[in-house]
């Protein structure tokens, strides 16, 4: 796909462009992004909020899944059905996400193309400045058919 595909989630998701989500690499089924320190995306406890790493987790994912499936555009739509998330220690300064895609194309396409709706898993690796782990998600995700 020759679309970047940073440039077409932050123009369809106007939240992670309030969030400042900055795209540093988007290959085939990995995406690396992270949102620099602001004092006013804090929490109570001096940190980036939960919902700012969920955020930069599901859009980093959303990345990984468009660089593989973006050709399908046409006839699904991506969306996330479950996610988890284990905050493993304090974040603090600026959030690094890392995602990568665990399925196989063939795979998902061979679903689809059978009938079904697939769904498949895109593991996240969060880290912060210094590139100390702060969180870990599994986002699963589905490919729907586009209705007629």
């Known amino acids: 796909m020759s679309t970047d595909i940073g440039e077409l989630l932050l123009e369809s998701v106007p939240f992670a462009r309030t969030l400042g989500v900055v795209f540093d690499a988007v290959s085939e089924g990995r995406a690396v992004c992270h949102v620099p ?40 739509v991506p969306l996330p059905t479950t ?13 690094r996400a890392e995602a990568r895609l665990l ?8 679903r689809l193309d059978a009938g079904e709706r697939p769904v498949f898993d895109v593991a996240v690796d969060m880290t912060d ?20």
């Open 37 to 76: 320190d602001r004092e006013d995306l804090h929490n109570h406890v001096g940190g980036p909020h939960a919902g700012v790493l969920f955020t930069l987790a599901e859009t980093a994912s959303g990345a990984a899944v468009l660089s593989v499936f973006g050709d399908q555009l046409a006839r699904v």
């Open 83 to 95: 996610a988890t998330i284990d905050f493993r220690k304090l974040a603090t300064g600026g959030i």
């Open 103 to 110: 399925a196989e194309r063939e795979d998902v396409l061979g």
């Open 129 to 148: 400045a210094e590139g100390v782990p702060v969180a870990a998600l599994s986002i699963t995700w589905t490919l729907r058919p586009n209705r007629p």
